[in-house]
């Protein structure tokens, strides 16, 4: 069964770049079809879609953040990340990373989440 | 963008009685819609896709209806462990949207 567990800093400073790795184990993630996927959740609301990057490295993110947000794949590492620049104390919020298999809509599997506080 | 809406913002149920969740949506999903339970500190669990088929190893007792505008998610005797926020999310319009999420407390 895959799992999915994000990485990196819990602190970030006003205007620096929010860096989070997603690791992947129990299947590799250059096979089969799917979009590797990153959410955030600030507390007391809702989750929000950040972007993705397919086994190909395509990439798409949403329209909300595409200026500030790269999704990149590593398939000797197995892992995916997230670059967000610019960040300010609205970046704060639990980051997921998730799984959705191409032609379905839903996510299947997810990460635990990690606390990122952006402060000074 | 849809806008998700989700009712009541918080639920309390006595141990096996039946806990009901609203979803509403701005315009309609077809049925394009899945529900999720999230617990803190760990991976928030799929449970029901395409707004009624329950994915693979979710109890009988969690159920999902609906089509177009409005859903619910109905679990029909609740136990501790389902103390949670659940969360649905449309796919019917990129990008995928939320609720904010119904809370579920144990009466």
């Known amino acids: 069964q895959v799992q999915l567990q994000e990485s990196g800093p819990g602190l970030v400073k006003p205007s620096q770049t929010l860096s989070l790795t997603c690791t992947v184990s129990?299947?590799?993630?250059?096979?089969?079809?799917?979009?590797w996927s990153w959410l955030r959740q600030p507390a007391g609301k809702a989750l929000e879609y950040i972007g993705r990057v397919y086994t190909s490295g395509s990439t798409n993110s949403n329209p909300s953040l595409r200026s500030r947000v790269t999704v990149s794949i590593d398939t000797s590492k197995n892992h995916f990340s997230l670059k967000l620049t610019s960040v300010t104390a609205a970046d704060t919020a639990v980051y997921y990373c998730?799984?959705?298999?191409?032609?379905?809509?839903?996510?299947?599997?997810w990460g635990q989440g990690i606390l990122v506080t952006v402060s000074s | 963008e849809i806008m998700m809406t989700q009712s009541p913002a918080t639920l309390s149920v006595s141990p096996g009685e039946r806990a009901t969740l609203s979803c509403r949506a701005s315009q309609s999903l077809s049925n394009n819609l899945a529900w999720y339970q999230l617990k803190r500190g760990q991976a928030p669990r799929l449970l029901i896709y395409g707004a009624s088929t329950r994915a693979t190893g979710i109890p009988a007792r969690f159920s999902g209806s609906g089509s177009g505008t409005e859903f619910t998610l109905t679990i029909s005797s609740l136990q501790s462990e389902d103390l949670a926020v659940y969360s649905c999310q449309q796919y019917e319009t990129w990008p995928p949207t939320f609720g904010q999420g119904t809370k579920v407390e144990i009466k």
């Open positions: 998730a799984r959705k298999v191409d032609g379905q809509g839903w996510f299947d599997s």
């Open positions: 129990g299947a590799s993630i250059s096979s089969g079809s799917y979009f």
